[in-house]
C-alpha cells in the first residue's frame, strides 16, 4: 500500500501548509516502509524509525501550529506514533508489524479528519 499525494503545485521549502500537509503524508509513507520492511529494530540507528517518527511528529505540529486546531486533542496522534516507535523497538514480530501496520491505519484516519489531507491509496 502506498500514499499518493495530492498536492500537484506543493513547493519544497515554501513553507505553507500545503508543503507541511505534502509532508506529513510523505512521511507517513516513509513510516510505514519501514514498518513493513525493516527487520531489526533493536539496534540504535539500525532503521529510520526514529528520525522518520521525529519528523512526522514535527510536520503535524507545523500544521497544527499554523491552522490552530485548539479544539483537537493532539495527544491521540501522538500516542499513536509513539506506540509505533514503542511496539516496533520491542519486538520485531509478525504480529507485532501487524499491530503497528493497524496502528497506522488508524493514525492516517485521524490525520486525515483533523488536517483535511488530500491523496489516493494505491
Known amino acids: 500500500m502506498k500514499i499518493i499525494l495530492n498536492y500537484p503545485n506543493v513547493v519544497i521549502g515554501s513553507r505553507t501548509v500545503t508543503e507541511y500537509k505534502f509532508q506529513i503524508l510523505n512521511f507517513m509513507n516513509l513510516l510505514r516502509d519501514v514498518i513493513e520492511n525493516d527487520n531489526d529494530f533493536s539496534m540504535f540507528d539500525y532503521s529510520n524509525l526514529d528520525p522518520w517518527c521525529h519528523n512526522l511528529k514535527y510536520e503535524i505540529g ?53 488536517f483535511d489531507l488530500k491523496y489516493e491509496i494505491k
Open 62 to 114: 507545523r500544521v497544527e501550529k499554523e491552522e490552530g486546531i485548539g479544539h483537537y486533542n493532539m495527544d491521540k496522534i501522538y500516542s499513536k506514533i509513539n506506540a509505533i516507535q514503542v511496539n516496533l523497538r520491542t519486538e520485531s514480530s509478525k504480529e507485532t508489524k501487524q499491530l503497528c501496520l493497524k496502528i497506522w491505519d488508524n493514525l492516517l484516519k485521524e490525520l486525515t479528519k483533523v
